[in-house]
Every structure is written in C-alpha cells, then in structure tokens.
C-alpha cells in the first residue's frame, strides 16, 4: 500500500540527519507543509511528512474505526524501511504516542514528542473534552465519529490553536482534517498503552502552554516517566507547527538533534 509521503528538497543538506513527521488526530501531512517542512529545507535538513492511513492523501488500510494504534506503528515501519537513512521522528499529539509505540519494537537515532499524547493515555484530555463540549462528545461517542469533536471553527480553535493564529487559518486548516479512528481512541484511552520501560532511543520532550488538549501539566508528566527534562513554549496552542513562533520550535529540535549520536 502506497502511503502519501511528502519531502521536502534542501539546495544544501547540512547533515545526514534527516526526519520523519507523524501528524495527530484529524491531521494529515498537510500540517507540516505551511512552516515545519520549508523551515527544515531552510536550514538544510531533509524531511518527509506522513500521512497515515485514511488520512490526507493515504489510502484506506482498513475501514477509518477499525484502524489501530498498531496499524499506524505499521505504517511508519513501512516508510522508514523504504528511506536510505533511519530518521529522527518528530511526533505530534496522538502522533507522538504511535511513535512511542513505534519505539517499543524498533530504534531511531531520536524522537520528539510534540505536543504528544503521554505515554498513560488519553483519560485527561478526554475529560477536558468532556467538560468543553458535552453534547458533541456524547454525540462523538453515540456515533462513534470522532470529527464530532471538532466540526467547528469555535470548538477546532479551541482545542488546537492560539489566538495568535487568524481566523481564516483555522477555518483553511478545519476543512483539510480527516475524522479519527474510534478503536485507535479506544486504545490511547487504555487498551494499548506504552510500555516506556521497552524505550531505549533518546527522547526530546515538547509542549506549548496554551494547550488544551495536552495540557502543559500531562507534557511534564511525560517527561518525567523518562526522566527528561520538558520544555514548554509559553503562548501556543496544540498545533505547534502551525503556530506563528513555529520556528522557536523547530530551532529548539535542530539543538538538540545536533548533540545525537546517530548509527
């Protein structure tokens, strides 16, 4: 099954390393396109954008509510083995926990969690969904369509972006999502956590403090489970990479990535 893969073209690669993004919830490769992708080919690195199946431009694997986590964890070992070099994956929200996941089997030189779901679930975000909008979390979950949650500028806005970002950005950005996997969801809530104690590969921690679905706190509980320390960037919401200060974060990772020891 061919997955959609977008690359980025450097004139100039200023190093080996290359990178492989993972998008969350709703998303597509897409997300990566306005800033994190030509940032990168700004400064020289190389990098692909995933979308995962029945996302974006990614063909069906299977009906969207029967994908599981470990469907998505497949389909980032696909990519990775058709790549000359294994990358650093830099993970975003439910994203971030596939490459968690990703991690308990296979090795990388690094990984970012951006923004990521922790390691222990989803049950505090849900929660605070649940509080937000109640009638469309029961509507969500009656019908077991997720995009319920975020089917409009107010509640899309509120759970991914800052007041930063222009209206005409979230309306642009709410048209391109996709819905989610009920049974991916399930398994984020408690049915397929990580098993951190399985990851050996270096982990680079990364919140925003105006995130309301995984809140600044649940960020630092993630970094603590693997004894590292997080960094918050104050002033931006969940969609880190389409935030106006996306390239304080994409500097911060070229920083830390530097001092990896690849192999």
Known sequence: MSLEVVENHPRSKKSEISFLLIHGMWHGAWCWEPNFMPYLEELGYKA????????????ERKSMNLLRINDYVNDIKQVVDSLGNIPVLIGHSMGGFVVQKYLEKY???GAVLLASVPPFGVLKGTLAV???????????NL???????IDTPEKFRYLMFSNKVAEEDVAKYLKLTDSESYLAYMDMLGLNLVKTQKIKTPLLVLGAGE????TASSV????DKYKVEPIIFEGMGHDMMLESDYKKVVDRIINWVETLKTF
């Open 211 to 214: 995130d309301k679905a995984v």
């Open 48 to 59: 692909y954008a995933l979308s995962l199946s029945h996302h974006g431009g990614s063909p």
């Open 107 to 109: 090795q990388a030189p």
């Open 143 to 149: 019908t077991l369509n997720l995009k319920y949650i």
């Open 130 to 140: 649940l509080k937000a909008f109640p009638g469309a979390f029961l509507k969500a």
């Open 220 to 223: 630092r509980k993630t970094a």
